[in-house]
């Protein structure tokens, strides 16, 4: 399989709001990656931003986007494709950041400085991503052209702190750029291109996180070009085939009850590239027969999807044993919480706990089996905030 379309890397961007996350995208892709605002019908559904870039490498002038030396305009050797996800920053979205870190293999955390470290986002999402596994972690020090090279060495050692006190060991590389004005970029394509490739599940039964949902049909077409329901996101383990026979889960809620959806894939997307199978890595697009009305407007968007007979049985209860982040409260029975598993969110009640072991009644249910990672985000005042990591029991 070509590594020029299949991306043999998947990286997520970190960090508080306006620290310059999609800035640094944009320095990547060369686009502004499409940001979307949380919708709360059906539980609490969120909308990813996603890019594929390529790291090339001129002899003479080192790491680039460019397929040809923005200096010297030789041609650049081909090094790897890489699959970008974009998370928003705000805390009631940090679900998101779990679901996101479930599909790649390696992390970048912006911090700005010229703001206090940390913010509270910043810390939340290295939390997060510290209790995900040893994956890799660059953070950037953006914006250091608003500073005085004084004030930009202090914010630095600010960071160093920081990255000591939530008990991370081994040596974090940081890297000061701006990203608006695309400095020192070069050097975290050399990070990215020094990272070896991840081992991939190809084997297991196939799981694709569906992160959206469209309707690509333009108004006015013909009814012999319309093209079926597309379902955006990512293959988690396995691999899906053009014409194999998939079940989403947990579907449609239809008369009081979700409802499973069954059809057959018509067409596959690997990025920009039309493909016979999509598998672990980046970011993938399947084209359903289903009526484009059900996918229209991310409506499926937040579900997973396998092959018939494949996915267990969506659960409405679900018993979780969590680690507590947050250490100035406990969770207590009857308390309203976010859940998170794969990349369904759902409201739930706390019927019963026990130590730290929590029995949730869920309002959206969740496709989960045992030793499944769960975040749980709770309120602090009118805000959801990182309460705790845990596993499915």
Known sequence: MSNKVYPDLSIVILGHVDHGKTTLAKAFTGRWIAKHSEELKRGLTIKLGYANFSIYKCQ??????????????????????????????????????????????????????????????TLEHLLIFKLLGDKPLLVVQNKIDLLKKEEAIENYKKIQDLLKSVGIK?????????????????YILEWLATIPSPKRNIEEKPIFLASRSFDVNKPGSEIEDLKGGVLGGSVMQGKFKVGDEIEIKPGLFINNKWVTIKTKIKNLMQGDERVEEIIPGGTSSIETYLDPFLTKDDTLSGQIVGLVGDLPDPVDRLTIEYEQIKKDRNLKEGEEILVTVYNIVSRGIILKKSGNEILVKLSKPLIAKTGNKSVILAKTGSRWSLFGVGEVK
Not at 70 to 82: L, Q, S, V, Y
Not at 171 to 184: G, Y
């Open 60 to 121: 003479e002038h080192g790491y680039t986007t460019k397929d040809r030396c923005p200096i010297c305009g030789k041609e650049t050797d081909f090094i790897r494709k890489i699959s970008l996800l974009d998370v928003p920053g705000h805390e009631a979205l940090l679900s998101v950041m779990l679901s996101g870190a479930a599909i790649v293999d390696a992390g970048i955390l912006v911090i700005a400085a010229n703001e206090p470290v940390p913010q509270p986002q």
């Open 170 to 186: 081994k040596n974090i590389p940081i890297i000061p750029i701006s990203a608006i004005n695309e400095i020192n970029i070069e």
